[in-house]
């Protein structure tokens, strides 16, 4: 992961977790919302939003993901967000999320999402702090 600079003349990350442009590890964010399930995109269902490149897994779920992109884009740049709150921008196993409070987060692993579980408010409180003083904005 990278470790989060605290100088303001540090050359800032990413703001969305990509694999090779494509946000997100090509995983369809609309799918987690309209099937509960994580489903890989196609690059032919591609779409731009927020300076990175998402891929869906048809052309239904590229619209409904375009009609609601910022509530759907994951929170905290789809970075695992226990790892944003301890300073760090590590990218997720999309395999791992979960939805609270009509917000999709992602993790690096199953033991990150547990802990996510276990301490929910202070994780979130902690990464929007973080999370801001790094973009100087929130976790969206």
Do not use: C
């Not at 990175?52 to 929170?75: C, H, L, S």
Request: aromatic share 14%; proline share 5%.
């Amino acid at each position: 992961g990278v470790v989060l600079p605290h100088l303001a003349s540090a050359k800032k990350p990413a703001r969305w977790s990509n694999l090779n442009g494509i946000a997100i590890r090509g995983y369809d964010p609309a799918s987690y919302f309209l099937f509960n399930e994580a489903r890989r995109g196609k690059t032919k269902f591609s779409f731009r939003f927020d300076g990175a490149n998402w891929i869906f897994e048809n052309a239904d779920t590229r619209q409904k993901f375009q009609q609601r992109a910022k509530d759907w884009a994951p929170a905290f740049g789809g970075y695992d967000v226990t790892m944003v709150a301890q300073g760090k921008l590590v990218d997720p196993n999309p395999e791992n999320w979960q939805i609270e409070d009509e917000r999709l987060f992602l993790f690096s692993s199953p033991a990150a999402r547990e802990a996510f579980l276990a301490d929910r408010d202070t994780i979130i409180d902690t990464a929007v702090r973080r999370w801001s003083a790094l973009f100087g904005s929130s976790d969206r």
